[in-house]
């Protein structure tokens, strides 16, 4: 088993800055791949990056070049650096993790452990 939770959510202007972070504990000996999703009410989850074991990434293209994954593998967490964030930004961001070597998906029942996440609204 392993335990997910997420930090760093909040209220931001446009074009603000936020670093969400994960802190994964358990049975974290992987290998695991691990990602970062968002869902607004009424609205299907969707994928916003992903970090395979060996540190290869994918983002979406709505956050490309805006919101960098990365991880601290010595402290067992994960973050997602969210820069000149947008309205459409706002969701509920949670955390999520998968026994896998390399692939690297979106597709949310293919991951095993979810945290509770962490609400982000960008407004002005």
């Known amino acids: 088993q392993v335990q997910l939770v997420e930090s760093g959510g909040g209220s931001v202007q446009p074009g603000g800055s936020l670093r969400l972070s994960c802190a994964a504990s358990g049975a974290t000996s992987g290998p695991y791949s691990m990602a970062w999703f968002r869902q607004v009410p009424g609205k299907e989850r969707e994928g916003v990056a992903v970090?395979?074991?060996?540190?290869?990434?994918k983002h979406a293209d709505s956050v490309k070049g805006r919101f960098p994954i990365s991880k601290d593998t010595a402290q067992n967490t994960l973050y997602l650096q969210m820069n000149s964030l947008k309205p459409d930004d706002t969701a509920m961001y949670y955390c999520?993790?998968?026994?896998?070597?390399?692939?690297?998906?979106?597709?949310?029942?293919?991951?095993?452990?979810w945290g509770q996440g962490t609400q982000v609204t960008v407004s002005s």
């Open positions: 970090m395979s074991s060996g540190g290869m990434t």
């Open positions: 999520a993790a998968r026994q896998a070597l390399y692939e690297l998906t979106f597709a949310p029942s293919l991951y095993q452990y």
